[in-house]
């Protein structure tokens, strides 16, 4: 399924939500990723649920052991809650997410360490960058639990543990785990009816033929 979602891209599996009665399970258009490698991945996602607490002391370790925990080709999908102007992650942490096999990252909340954060292979989405910490200022209180995050069409999409999570040029998408296999079916459909509408349009095809034809331009 994973290279089909990633072949898909986020624009073709958002109309096959479409055609199946459902609002396609878009995030905001306010994540963006950050400069570097191709942004185009899939995988399951690993949610990590944090929010605003005052507190003292060092590191965050229930940070630290979530990313000691994420699984080879997984989505760390970071929700900040009500975070705001400090970062969820900088270098170091996403050194560790990217050696342990994140497919890509998801941070609803702020990086940091841009400058590193680009030679990384490992694409990563967020709302911002800033320059604060998040130690004393916000924390992780939860792993593998159900998260809301932003919303495109919709206030808020809900992500479980295995959900699937594909990000690219156009955006991220959401996949529920229990429609998974169903969405990349269409998938494989639509990506061959697409080729060959693309290749009649190419040898000449108007796009009222195309539309008669293929039934969806």
Same mark, same amino acid.
């Given at each position: ?6 072949? %898909? /891209? ?17 995030? %905001? ?35 630290? %052991? %979530? ?5 080879? /080709? ?69 792993? /593998? ?6 919303? /495109? ?65």
């Amino acid at each position: 399924m994973r290279e089909i979602f990633i072949r %898909a /891209g986020t624009a073709l599996l958002s109309d096959i939500f479409d055609t199946m009665g459902l609002t396609p399970p878009i995030l %905001a258009v306010e994540f963006w990723p950050v400069p570097g490698p191709e942004p185009s991945f899939a995988g399951p996602a690993y949610t990590i649920r944090g929010r605003w607490q005052p507190w003292e002391g060092g590191g965050d370790r229930e940070k630290l %052991a %979530a990313i000691d925990g994420i699984p080879e /080709g997984a989505v760390p999908v970071w929700a900040g809650g009500d975070i705001h102007g400090v970062c969820c992650f900088g270098d170091l942490l996403a050194q560790a997410m990217n050696l342990r096999g994140a497919a890509g990252v998801v941070v609803d909340g702020g990086v940091r360490d841009l400058a590193f954060l680009k030679s990384l292979p490992m694409p990563i989405f967020t709302r911002y960058r800033t320059p604060a910490q998040a130690i004393g200022r916000w924390r992780v209180e939860g792993v /593998g639990q159900e998260v809301a995050l932003p919303g /495109g069409l919709a206030p808020r999409v809900m992500v479980r543990p295995g959900d699937w999570v594909v990000g690219d040029e156009d955006g991220l998408l959401v996949i529920p785990r229990d429609l998974a296999e169903e969405v990349a079916q269409k998938a494989g459909e639509a990506l061959e009816k697409e080729s060959a509408a693309r290749e009649a349009i190419r040898r000449g095809m108007s796009l009222l033929e195309a539309l008669d034809t293929f039934g969806h331009l």
